[in-house]
């Protein structure tokens, strides 16, 4: 099974994937992302990976609280079993 360098949490499964996307559902009912740039899309010399950077302005309510903020991501792509796959996405909050 795949498996994906997911954030602060390492490497990772897909079930580590969903309930971890679950829970920041249920914490953030309402959530706004917008993509501002992307940065870079590079290919690695041996072909086997796509990199891209790019910049996210995004604002989350829940009762009582919101957060805004811009955050810089990172993802890598490759390949498993023939088909396109993300095998590691990271991200570096700019401010809130």
């Not at 920041?24 to 086997?48: C, G, M, T, Y």
């Not at 309510?61 to 490759?78: C, E, P």
């Amino acid at each position: 099974m795949p498996r994906v360098d997911f954030f602060n949490a390492g490497v990772v499964d897909f079930d580590f994937i969903r309930r971890d996307r679950a829970s920041f559902e249920a914490r953030w009912p309402q959530r706004q992302h917008v993509i501002l740039s992307i940065d870079e899309i590079a290919v690695d010399p041996n072909r086997k990976f796509a990199f891209a950077r790019y910049t996210v302005e995004f604002h989350v309510v829940r009762a009582g609280d919101k957060k805004s903020g811009i955050t810089r991501l990172m993802m890598a792509i490759g390949s498993f079993d023939s088909q396109p796959r993300i095998h590691a996405i990271r991200e570096v909050v700019k401010h809130y």
